[in-house]
């Protein structure tokens, strides 16, 4: 209600930011502008009248040295952690983390995150839809993605897994994630997963252990060793994986073909592929899409992703992603709410907010009380959550290799 009567004065201030800082913008709004490096910028603005109170990150992706990375909570598959917190961990190669936000959607008991995952190249979890229990049916999410040239993708993407044995081509259901309710299909647990396979006694189940032989491209080649086990719960190597087949059917004897010293080839790829063919070195769930090519499909999110209407609608905390119709600027946004300072805003206007910002494509992250952005170390919003900075899954981060 409150929003509907100033939805000009949404799109008003946006283009105040978008449009260089003029002195008359600076009489309309509080504004702080911040170069966090070449290439990446940080700019607060506030529009009163709303009231409401805008976090922006936008960053140049052809800037050498600057990248995106994502961060898990306590560094692990499933794990709840501040921003903040992970940001305390020195990255491997003595990177400087400019900024971050809350990333995906993830389970408040567990921390671990309802879609896919690519990180440095290696994938944490494959699904062929999401986990979410919220969703209205069973469905993909979109995901944000870095190819390996550098380019960012956004897609429903599907995970794609086989594993190439002696018997042919096995397709893989699902990675690090137990396809439960799945009448027949095999999964590959890597040690991301944990030290065991999941157990699971409702469905008969067959688990080869391989070790990690190399890679080939965007092939990773093991070697097939000790017995095939007829239940779960099988130990993963540190420097290997499991195939688990589920329930009844020729899954079972493919995978029991592996032999012991038997190659074994998995490719772990998306459907629809990456352009030019650039497999993703990252990869990153939200939910829904807001922006598609220009068009603001956010009042869509409840027929084409299942979101809930009465989230969607309302006046929220909100958290978005995207990037530029030429793909070489990106924008992180962060929009307080709840509060008398800053109302928040609907997904609606969210979508409206980053095109007019100059997004071409974006989607929706957590928000709420996970709505957090942390710049140059230090929260930079004002969390919703009484506590103040929530606990997330996980963050996506602009960082500054040295």
């Not at 070697?223 to 994986?241: H, L």
Request: include cysteine; charge should be positive; hydrophobic fraction near 40%.
């Amino acid at each position: 209600m409150h929003r509907a009567r100033h939805p000009s004065r949404i799109v008003a201030c946006a283009l105040l930011v978008a449009f260089a800082w003029t002195a008359r913008a600076q009489s309309a709004d509080t504004i702080e502008r911040r170069d966090l490096a070449p290439g990446a910028t940080y700019i607060q603005f506030v529009d009163r009248s709303v009231p409401l109170v805008m976090h922006l990150v936008r960053v140049d992706l052809r800037q050498p040295g600057v990248e995106l990375r994502e961060l898990h909570g306590r560094g692990e598959l499933r794990g709840r952690e501040r921003i903040t917190g992970m940001l305390r961990r020195p990255q491997p190669d003595g990177a400087t983390v400019l900024a971050a936000v809350n990333g995906d959607f993830f389970d408040l008991k567990t921390g671990e995150n309802e879609n896919e995952q690519v990180i440095g190249g290696e994938w944490w979890k494959g699904l062929k839809v999401t986990d979410s229990p919220y969703d209205a049916w069973d469905n993909v999410h979109v995901q944000f993605g870095i190819d390996a040239n550098g380019r960012p993708l956004m897609a429903r993407f599907i995970f794609d897994g086989r594993a190439v044995g002696r018997a042919g081509v096995t397709p893989l259901i699902a990675l690090n994630f137990n396809p439960s309710g799945k009448p027949e299909g095999t999964a590959l647990f890597t040690p991301r997963f944990g030290a065991t396979t999941p157990r699971d006694t409702s469905r008969h189940t067959v688990e080869a252990t391989m070790i990690a032989a190399g890679r080939r491209g965007d092939t990773l080649l093991y070697v097939r060793r000790g017995p095939v086990a007829t239940e779960s719960g099988s130990a993963i190597p540190p420097n290997g994986a499991v195939l688990a087949a589920y329930g009844p059917g020729s899954r079972h004897d493919e995978v029991r073909a592996m032999a012991e010293g038997d190659t074994v080839k998995v490719l772990l790829a998306t459907l629809p592929r990456p352009p030019r063919g650039a497999a993703p070195v990252l990869l990153i769930g939200g939910w829904p899409r807001i922006l598609a090519n220009g068009e603001n499909v956010a009042a869509d999110a409840p027929v084409v992703e299942g979101t809930i209407s009465r989230n969607a609608e309302a006046l929220h905390p909100r958290t978005a992603i995207g990037f530029s119709r030429d793909s070489s600027t990106l924008f992180l946004l962060a929009v307080d709410g709840r509060s008398r300072q800053s109302a928040g805003v609907t997904l609606v206007t969210l979508a409206k907010i980053m095109r007019v910002l100059g997004a071409w494509n974006a989607m929706n992250f957590d928000g709420g009380g996970s709505t957090t952005m942390v710049v140059g170390g230090s929260v930079v919003n004002h969390p919703s959550d009484t506590n103040g900075e929530r606990e997330v899954g996980n963050a996506l981060a602009v960082v500054k290799r040295p």
